[in-house]
């Protein structure tokens, strides 16, 4: 008898009886499109079977009590708002390590073997002109390519206090070969 409602319908019928049933039938006749955006933003089928079941559990909350006006994109929106928040979560939940050797590794200034004698000049002496525990941070993690772990580590200071001391050492190695040209 379900089956054959339209969505408005079954909605009506949950609205007014607020029983779970309506709500179901709705969901199991949209579970494949469910599990499509799932798989779309997760990418992997067993964490896109885990997210649509917690959908249904999230849709008898966001359900209750609320008119909507109509439900595949209503049903769409929730799923994909779903998926996008989970996913940034997760990405949140990166480990800091992770993230800075993202975000700090990439090359602001790595002299090669083919550097001309001056800018390696220019370097030594821009390097010679950082505070102490920024010259050592820099020296470690750009010259002898050192991770944050290792310098932490081996300078008795908190991860936090290392990436601070690169992110200041390199912004100060540049004001001073920008200075210097």
């Known amino acids: 008898m379900a089956d054959q409602l339209t969505d408005e319908q079954l909605l009506t019928l949950y609205e007014s009886s607020g029983d779970d049933k309506h709500l179901s039938t709705l969901y199991t006749r ?3 499109m469910i599990y499509g955006v799932c798989l779309k933003y997760y990418k992997n089928s067993a964490e896109a079977k885990d997210a649509a079941s917690e959908i249904y559990l999230l849709l008898l909350r966001r359900a209750k009590g609320k008119e909507i006006d109509n439900w595949k994109p209503w049903l769409y929106t929730v799923v994909k708002n779903y998926c996008l928040e989970q996913l940034r979560s997760k990405s949140n939940k990166m480990p800091k390590q992770m993230i800075a050797d993202r975000v700090y590794s990439e090359e602001v200034y790595h002299p090669t073997t083919d550097s001309k004698d001056e800018e390696v000049r220019k370097l030594e002496t821009c390097i010679d002109k950082l505070e102490e525990d920024q010259k050592a941070c820099v020296r470690m ?7 944050y772990q290792e310098l932490s580590d081996t300078l008795k200071l908190s991860w936090a206090q290392v990436r601070s001391r690169i992110q200041n050492g390199r912004r100060n190695l540049k004001n001073c070969m920008s200075n210097n040209k």
Not at 141 to 147: C, N, P, T, V
């Open 30 to 32: 949209y579970v494949g």
């Open 141 to 147: 993690f750009y010259l002898e390519k050192r991770s």
